[in-house]
């Protein structure tokens, strides 16, 4: 019998009861919960005279809609200024205290995005099942944890039963080997990934992401590529456990205590797939071909590297593809054949529950030391994920150098990556986003999106345009002067 | 959960690949609490011309004629028919709610994205796969013939074209009995309440460190 992948084991043992009709019960261990997709979920509850069925599973915290300036937050719910939010966000405060669920306030240290905070609190664990409304809940994948995203029904039912109605998905293996090139980070590999393989490219499966590629990453990174699962169509991203996923658990609020530590990591450490584990699919990427990734188009899979350009909807066979590729450039304003590095942007947005850590803010942070933010830069704005990102941030000082260089440094929240808050781009506006989704209107109404790695979007802040970090040498300087605005 | 047995309906076309969640319902109505009235905003950005906000009287907004949904001959749609991967990006339970709501009953593509669809089951919504080729040729019959109505019959798995055209499609059992029968997942779970706390206890005692409250 051949071996098993990293997803079969989660499966199996999260395995309540197979059904006769190709559908299981699985077992959840956490559930994550946020404002959104969550009212109608205890709505319901409520409606049947239902109860949580484990208290201790849940973890809550509001990060849509919350707003991100100093000033509003400093009035606590009362500074939401949108009824309709403040409506939603009270709602969870009130859900959490009826039902007796544990929930980081909107001005707790330890509120963020919940995607930042799950792992941030230990929360998220390997060989875990956990859920959340939210589809980018992959990320979660990145400690070998089964992790995905599910509807408000399904969070109900969660809620309800602590179990889920699952079908089990295919196996898939996404490789990247080699090494990548200066500059080139996590968030150029998943985009590089999709760009390869489509939004529809895992469809039904669960992607493990390996390679030794893989392997190098932090925490941070192999998160931002499980992140984007989705956006290739794949529901869940997976990476194998290591000595880098133990290291960054130890010590963490939830991680398990010392009597438990060593029975737990030898447990972890069978969470890798079987060397002669069989796939269903198979794609391998080659590390030193991955240039930083910037996208063009209105769904990820529109991405191309810096050196390259806008495409010509003509050169595409496919007639679905070319009227896709025909209305994403009428509703970005760009013009076939143009150069990624001629589009002019009008607004940057560091960010989001793919890249708002604190390596993230690292990275973007040394493009922007001692430089200034383009003129021409209507806004430049950094959102941590969390108040404990933002405070190891401010503890290393980046918001100084932010600060300095005419960013905004905000509050933790979703912030722009989805505009559901007062942070949005206005029609027309081009935007370097460190977030997930280009979709149309996904950052405000007639928002153009371009996605890419917190140092792309530092760097691009600086000159207006996008540049090639890799013509950047240490601390930003610039080894291109024309494409760079000096201090 | 209301029942899908049979449904004959007017289809309209929605010419276009990845349709994503947000396109289906853009953030911003996402901040209500209920499960309802989100119909009016299905495909906000698509139907008007103008930026919407939630609990606008949409009466008063100026429609965009060009949209499929707003041309006459498709009025009373409650069968969608559009291209592949549709529902795509986030999990939004709001985006089969405004389906739902507007009268679509079922949808036809070559393919959906996972989290919509299940989504679109647990609320009644019946999504037919069918083959890019097939798909295709719907097109082209629904753009030729106007008034053009499909009979989607659940139990047989088979839409029936007006020219009595029979198209079989594939749907899983368990979820095909659900719509059938209105059946409530929750409900279902429950029955298997004692094998949950069986699989719990074991769980449990091999892996105490997943329960907070046994640290």
């Not at chain 1, 995005?113 to 230990?122: A, D, F, L, S, T």
């Not at chain 2, 070559?110 to 083959?131: C, E, V």
């Not at chain 2, 004692?194 to 046994?214: G, N």
Request: proline fraction near 4%.
């Amino acid at each position: 019998m051949a071996g098993q992948t990293l997803y079969d084991k989660l499966w199996s043992q999260h395995l309540v009861k197979e059904r006769g009709d190709g559908t299981a019960l699985i077992y959840i261990d956490r559930q994550l919960l946020h404002e959104v997709t969550s009212p109608q979920a205890f709505e319901g509850l409520r409606l049947a005279g239902r109860r949580p069925w484990r208290l201790d599973a849940n973890l809550a915290t509001p990060d849509h809609n919350v707003p991100t300036t100093l000033k509003e937050r400093a009035e606590g719910n009362a500074g939401i200024k949108d009824p309709t939010s403040l409506i939603q966000v009270q709602t969870l405060d009130d859900n959490c205290v009826e039902f007796g669920i544990e929930e980081y306030k909107i001005n707790d240290p330890r509120q963020g995005i919940v995607h930042v905070v799950g792992p941030e609190q230990g929360a998220t664990l390997p060989g875990m099942t956990v859920v959340c409304g939210d589809s980018h809940t992959a990320t979660h994948g990145a400690f070998g944890a089964l992790a995905h995203g599910i509807g408000t029904s399904e969070v109900e039912h969660v809620l309800a039963t602590q179990c889920l109605l699952a079908q089990k998905m295919k196996n898939m293996q996404v490789r990247v080997e080699g090494e990548l090139g200066t500059g080139v980070t996590a968030k150029d590999i998943v985009l590089a990934i999709i760009g390869r393989i489509g939004t529809a490219g895992g469809t039904g499966c669960a992607i493990e992401f390996a390679g030794n590629a893989i392997r190098d990453l932090s925490m941070e990174g192999r998160m931002t590529v499980c992140n984007m699962a989705i956006e290739a169509g794949a529901r869940v991203g997976l990476i194998a456990v290591d000595d880098t996923t133990i290291d960054y658990l130890r010590d963490r609020h939830y991680a398990p205590t010392a009597g438990q530590w060593e029975a737990a990591v030898a447990d972890w450490k069978a969470l890798v797939s079987d060397a002669d584990a069989k796939f269903d699919k198979v794609v391998t990427l080659d590390a030193a071909e991955i240039e930083p990734q910037v996208s063009w188009g209105t769904s990820p899979e529109m991405v191309t590297g810096i050196s390259g350009e806008v495409p010509d909807p003509a050169d595409s066979a496919d007639e679905t593809v070319q009227r896709g590729y025909s209305r994403a450039l009428e509703y970005m304003g760009l013009a076939p054949k143009q150069k990624i590095t001629d589009i002019r942007l009008d607004k940057v947005f560091i960010g989001s529950c793919t890249n708002s850590r604190i390596e993230d803010l690292r990275e973007a942070a040394k493009m922007a030391k001692g430089k200034k933010v383009a003129d021409s830069i209507k806004l430049a704005m950094v959102v941590p994920g969390s108040g404990l990102v933002k405070r190891q941030a401010e503890a290393e000082g980046l918001d100084r150098i932010f600060i300095d260089a005419g960013f905004e440094w905000r509050e933790p929240g979703c912030s722009m990556c989805l505009a559901m808050n007062a942070d949005k781009l206005g029609a027309g506006e081009h935007c370097a986003s460190t977030s997930n989704r280009n979709f149309e209107g996904r950052q405000g109404y007639g928002g153009r999106t371009h996605l890419v790695s917190p140092a792309m979007a530092a760097a691009a802040a600086i000159a207006g345009n996008f540049v090639d970090v890799r013509g950047l040498g240490k601390d930003g300087a610039a080894n291109d002067p024309t494409h760079v605005q000096e201090a | 959960m209301k029942t899908f047995e049979r449904h004959e309906g007017l289809v309209a076309p929605l010419d276009r690949a990845n349709v994503d969640t947000d396109l289906i319902i853009p953030k911003q109505f996402l901040k209500s609490i209920k499960r309802t009235g989100f119909g009016v905003n299905l495909f906000d950005e698509l139907r008007y011309l103008d930026e919407g906000e939630p609990g606008q009287d949409v009466s008063q907004r100026p429609l965009n004629p060009d949209f499929v949904l707003n041309q006459p001959r498709y009025q009373g749609a409650s069968v969608l028919l559009t291209r592949r991967n549709f529902g795509c990006g986030s999990s939004r339970e709001h985006a089969p709610w405004a389906l739902e709501d507007f009268g679509f009953q079922a949808v036809i593509a070559p393919s959906f994205a996972d989290i919509f669809y299940n989504n679109a089951f647990k609320n009644g919504i019946l999504l037919i796969p069918l083959t890019e080729d097939t798909v295709e040729r719907l097109f082209a019959e629904v753009a030729a013939s106007e008034g053009y109505r499909l009979d989607v019959d659940l139990e047989n798995q088979r839409v029936i074209t007006p020219a009595g055209e029979i198209i079989e499609f594939e749907v899983d059992s368990f979820r095909k009995q659900c719509l059938l029968e209105g059946l409530d997942d929750i409900g279902i779970t429950l029955k298997d309440e004692d094998a949950i706390r069986t699989f719990q206890d074991k769980h449990r005692a091999a892996r105490p460190w997943l329960f907070r409250d046994s640290a």
